[in-house]
Every structure is written in structure tokens, then in C-alpha cells.
T-cell receptor
Framework: AQTVTQSQPEMSVQEAETVTLSCTYD???????LFWYKQPPSRQMILVIR??????QNATENRFSVNFQKAAKSFSLKISDSQLGDTAMYFC?????????FGQGTELSVKP | GAGVSQSPRYKVAKRGQDVALRCDPI?????LFWYQQALGQGPEFLTY????????KSGLPSDRFFAERPEGSVSTLKIQRTQQEDSAVYLC?????????????FGSGTQLSVL
């Protein structure tokens, strides 16, 4: 069965600093996709970054990058130059086939 | 519309009442998903449609939960005889082609409170 685990319920970082959010997952498939979604207080999930499992190169999107370790089934998110607007819940998610499975979330607070 | 629209935004129901939650996906989007998000938790998968076909309903917690998408666009999630444990935010999401690597577009959810 697919599982996604985020072991950090809460994190905080100073504005302009770098923070890393952890995620591990389990799947029996070889081809799958991993995502990080951001959920602000408005509740609307926003895609931050995605990674295809067959690609070895780590995905990057501006200040956001991932460290994808396929053998270890680890998929961490690094946020550089943190901004106040990055304050939100962050969810790691795994998709194989139809459904998208989410982790429990990490609440990130960026402090001025 | 420009995004995924869900209504109502808030719903209060008395225990035992039936409720219907509506999702308007982005026009032309093939796939539609329903999730249940309890307070402080990650979204839990409920069900998934490809056009009007319900391909996976393995996440529906009981036979009190029913979802439909009769014309392959608007979807309704119905909960019969609501219980307190049904209190949660219900999120709807859609994607264009339904491919596994596609981005999902989410609505802002319906917050259901069962008293």
C-alpha cells in the first residue's frame, strides 16, 4: 500500500534563511510521481513542485528544490530565501495510477 | 470559470441530516477528485472520476457517502444520515487530461460541521 510520512508537524525559519521539510514514502511501483503542495489559510492547495520517479535529476522551481533519494524513498523540499508568504501547511504527496496520497503535513512559519 | 469552485463554503448540519456538496471543476477537465480533510490532518482520498466514470471509490468511508458526476462536469458528494465524525473540510480537485504526472487544481473546500 502507498504511504506518505511527514515527521515534522511544525517548522519555523527566519525570513531569508533556508529550510528543509522532510518526507518519506512507500510504494511497490517503479514508476510514480511525487509532489509538494502548499495550503495557505484559504484552504486552496497550490502545487509547489513535482518530481517524476524515473528522473534522477532533482526538480527545481525558483526558490524551491527537492532532494529525491529513490533508494531511500525520501523526498525533501528545500525552500531558499524564505519569505513571509511561504507561511503555510506543506503536504508531500505520491501518485501512482489514479489517486494522489498525501502526508500529514508540516506547518511552516516564516518569522520576520 | 477560472478555477475549481465548491459550494457551499460552509455547511452546518444536524446529526442525521443528509447533505450535498457541489464541485464545479475547471471547464474541460477530465479528472475530478474528492478528498476529506480532518482538522490538522492531510487530505484523505475519497473517490476519483474520469469524465462521468467513477474509476475508484475505495476511499469512501461508508455506504452513507455517495458521489456522482452524471455529465462529466459538475460533481456532487452526498452524505446521508450525517454523523459527527463526518465533520471535516471536503476538497475537490480537477486535472485536464487525467495523466499521473499532471498538476491537480483544487477548490477552497466545503467545511462541514455536524452538530
Amino acid at each position: 500500500a502507498q504511504t506518505v510520512t511527514q515527521s515534522q508537524p511544525e517548522m519555523s525559519v527566519q525570513e531569508a534563511e533556508t529550510v528543509t521539510l522532510s518526507c518519506t514514502y512507500d510504494t511497490s511501483e517503479n514508476n510514480y510521481y511525487l509532489f509538494w503542495y502548499k495550503q495557505p489559510p484559504s484552504r486552496q492547495m497550490i502545487l509547489v513542485i513535482r518530481q517524476e520517479a524515473y528522473k534522477q535529476q532533482n526538480a527545481t522551481e525558483n526558490r524551491f528544490s527537492v532532494n529525491f533519494q529513490k533508494a531511500a524513498k525520501s523526498f525533501s523540499l528545500k525552500i531558499s530565501d524564505s519569505q513571509l508568504g511561504d507561511t503555510a501547511m506543506y503536504f508531500c504527496a505520491l501518485r501512482e495510477g489514479g489517486k494522489l496520497i498525501f502526508g500529514q503535513g508540516t506547518e511552516l512559519s516564516v518569522k520576520p | 470559470g477560472a478555477g475549481v469552485s465548491q459550494s457551499p463554503r460552509y455547511k452546518v448540519a444536524k446529526r442525521g441530516q443528509d447533505v450535498a456538496l457541489r464541485c464545479d471543476p475547471i471547464s474541460g477537465h477530465v479528472s475530478l477528485f474528492w478528498y476529506q480533510q480532518a482538522l490538522g490532518q492531510g487530505p484523505e482520498f475519497l473517490t476519483y472520476f474520469q469524465n462521468e466514470a467513477q474509476l475508484d471509490k475505495s476511499g469512501l468511508p461508508s455506504d452513507r457517502f455517495f458521489a456522482e458526476r452524471p455529465e462529466g462536469s459538475v460533481s456532487t458528494l452526498k452524505i446521508q444520515r450525517t454523523q459527527q465524525e463526518d465533520s471535516a473540510v471536503y476538497l475537490c480537485a480537477s486535472s485536464f487530461l487525467g495523466r499521473t504526472n499532471e498538476k491537480l487544481f483544487f477548490g477552497s473546500g466545503t467545511q462541514l460541521s455536524v452538530l
